[in-house]
Nanobody
Framework: QVQPVESGGGLVQTGGSLRLSCAASGRTFSRYNTGWFRQAPGKEREFLAAITWSSGNTYYADSVKGRFTISRDNANTALYLQMNSLKPEDTAVYYC????????????????WGKGTLVTVSS
């Protein structure tokens, strides 16, 4: 099994950028579709972006399309989320996710979760 480990969260001003990273602890992300979710206080966990391991096809939530970009390294050892034009409503804990069969566009498709990294966008 794979254990995602996120990093790169922090405090950023409105309009700023941040890049999140997710490492695959224990093994690589090969044969896992991977993605990013976030959860703001008092809200449900929300899908943001996903990428398939075989073809590299990407999927985005409408709320982040055009602002966030998901990518991975060629060795399938790391996943990234480049976040631009950040807004205060992007403040949340961001989670890396891996799924062995489905594309992780919904929480119930996810087999492995990271522990999350906090992103705070100040106004």
């Amino acid at each position: 099994q794979v254990q995602p480990v996120e990093s790169g969260g922090g405090l950023v001003q409105t309009g700023g950028s941040l890049r999140l990273s997710c490492a695959a602890s224990g093994r690589t992300f090969s044969r896992y579709n991977t993605g990013w979710f976030r959860q703001a206080p008092g809200k449900e966990r929300e899908f943001l972006a996903a990428i398939t391991w075989s073809s590299g096809n990407t999927y985005y939530a409408d709320s982040v399309k055009g602002r966030f970009t998901i990518s991975r390294d060629n060795a399938n050892t790391a996943l990234y989320l480049q976040m631009n034009s950040l807004k205060p409503e992007d403040t949340a804990v961001y989670y890396c996710a891996a799924a062995s069969s489905r594309v992780p566009t919904m929480s119930r498709y996810v087999d492995y979760w990271g522990k999350g990294t906090l992103v705070t966008v100040s106004s």
